[in-house]
């Protein structure tokens, strides 16, 4: 069945540096979902991926849907300490079904 | 304000006690799941509806039940609670399957 493996499992950082996350899908994406949960707090919507390479920017944030659709990044920036938390890939296949990868618990360090 | 809400937040019982969680969203939201979420496994769907009175397994249905008799309200019920069904759990909610999930705050279960 499809899977979607996420990369790394965890990430500490300096405040300042960059930070990336990177999602693996088994299978043909139609569409990938990102979510950030914050300690103790539950997921939030973050952005929605459907073309082929697309690129897609939130300030400091910055999303890639591969050329295949079988993966994509999110790469933040100069992270700050509200960056801290679980960035989740959720992706959609042929199925309809959205699997959730297995997070990248960032922690940023001040 | 649009939101999903769950209750309880935080849950301690006993095996084989049965008991639900509840699940309501206000934004006429087709779509409704649970999910849980355990440390290095990331969210799994237990079950899932697409409309009312359709209910559907997810990847992890054993031990639970659902229902979904009105549009706003999906229950989670466990008949018998095991140890093994301590994890957190949360319901989402999206207008159907293609578009983002609102999720409630979560419902922390433990099993003794």
């Known amino acids: 069945g499809q899977q979607v493996m996420q990369i790394p499992q965890y990430q500490h950082v300096q405040e300042g540096e960059d930070f990336t996350t990177y999602c693996n899908s088994s299978?043909?994406?139609?569409?990938i979902q990102w979510y950030k949960q914050r300690p103790g707090g539950h997921p939030v919507f973050l952005i929605q991926?459907?073309?082929?390479?697309e690129v897609k920017k939130q300030k400091r944030l910055t999303f890639q849907f591969g050329e295949a659709k079988k993966n994509s990044s999110l790469h933040i920036t100069a992270t700050q300490t509200t960056d801290v938390g679980t960035y989740f890939c959720?992706?959609?296949?042929?199925?309809?079904?959205?699997?959730f990868g297995t997070g990248t618990r960032l922690q940023v360090f001040p | 304000e649009a939101q999903v809400t769950q209750n309880p937040r935080y849950l301690i019982t006993v095996t084989g006690k049965k008991l639900t969680v509840t699940c309501s969203q206000n934004?006429?939201?087709?779509?409704m799941s649970w999910y849980r979420q355990d440390p290095g496994l990331g969210l799994r769907q237990i079950y899932y509806?697409?409309?009312?009175?359709?209910?559907d397994k997810g990847d992890v249905p054993e031990g639970y039940k659902v229902s979904r008799k009105e549009k706003r309200n999906f229950p989670l019920i466990l008949e018998s609670p095991s140890p093994n069904q301590t994890s957190l759990y949360f319901c989402?909610?999206?207008?159907?399957?293609?578009?983002?999930?609102?999720f409630g705050n979560g419902t922390r279960l433990t099993v003794t």
């Open positions: 989402a909610s999206s207008r159907d399957t293609g578009t983002r999930r609102h």
């Open positions: 299978t043909t994406l139609s569409n």
């Open positions: 991926l459907v073309k082929s390479g």
């Open positions: 959720a992706g959609q296949g042929s199925t309809d079904k959205l699997i």
């Open positions: 934004m006429n939201h087709e779509y």
């Open positions: 509806s697409m409309n009312v009175e359709v209910t």
